[in-house]
């Protein structure tokens, strides 16, 4: 079956500018993660939805970030006013919700570059 | 929250060697994963192993949660294998329903020809 991906898989784009970056999950998977790697880290944690709500937003970095995930399936991660510091890759991944099983799968990840 | 070290940071072999590959993570746990980036830098997921031993291949994996670590064998080793390795914890008592995976630093691996 698919798995996860994301779009687009680079976004190049000005300081100040607004964008948004597409993750669409594993089908049936109902928990769904956004992460952010910088250069030579493993990623972090930014925000975790179950189902349509957010559940967990407690690594965003700032209140210029935010994701949204209307009906369940589809989430978008929007940066308002984006700086230097946002470039990074950002990792969408999801789970099969409930249940002891918690293996998270990735997408490729959206390159950001913010010249 | 749960911290999650790798060791080595960085590590070259020779085509054929063998090589392991250590992660310490500093809470109980309810998933440990492996993963291996590739150079596009996607996330490749190698094992879901919170306790026990696993084995896909040349690669196997082993989990004391007890002892809060985990290990990663790769037996000769590819130059396909070659690329950064990471070792992510969801910490069983801090995180909540959100389950989030805490990564370590990872171990660049190089497998020379």
């Known amino acids: 079956g698919a798995g996860v991906s994301q779009t687009p898989s680079n976004k190049v784009t000005e300081k100040g500018k607004y964008v948004e970056l597409r993750c669409d999950p594993i089908?049936?998977?109902?928990?769904l993660y956004w992460y952010r790697q910088s250069l030579g880290q493993g990623p972090e944690f930014l925000i975790y939805?179950?189902?349509?709500?957010?559940?967990?937003d407690s690594g965003l970095p700032n209140d210029r970030f935010f994701a949204v995930r209307p009906e369940g399936s589809v989430s978008t991660l929007k940066i308002q006013r984006t700086e230097r510091g946002d470039s990074a890759v950002y990792l969408c991944?999801?789970?099969?919700?409930?249940?002891?099983?918690?293996?998270?799968?990735f997408g490729p990840g959206t390159r950001l570059t913010v010249l | 929250g749960i911290q999650v070290e790798q060791s080595p940071p960085d590590l070259i072999l020779q085509e054929g060697a063998n090589s392991t590959l250590r992660c310490n993570f500093s809470?109980?746990?309810?998933?440990l994963q492996w993963f291996h980036q590739n150079p596009w830098g996607q996330l490749i997921n190698l094992f879901y192993?919170?306790?026990g031993t696993k084995q896909n291949g040349r690669l196997s994996a082993t989990t004391v949660a007890t002892e809060r670590y985990s290990l990663l064998y790769i037996s000769s080793s590819q130059t396909t294998d070659s690329g950064v390795y990471f070792c992510?914890?969801?910490?069983?008592?801090?995180?909540?329903?959100?389950?989030?995976?805490?990564f370590g630093s990872g171990t660049q691996l190089t497998v020379l020809p």
């Open positions: 809470d109980s746990v309810n998933n």
């Open positions: 992510a914890a969801t910490s069983s008592i801090s995180s909540g329903s959100a389950r989030q995976l805490t």
């Open positions: 991944a999801s789970r099969l919700a409930g249940g002891p099983y918690n293996e998270q799968f």
């Open positions: 192993i919170p306790s």
């Open positions: 089908s049936g998977h109902t928990a």
């Open positions: 939805f179950q189902g349509t709500g957010a559940a967990d």
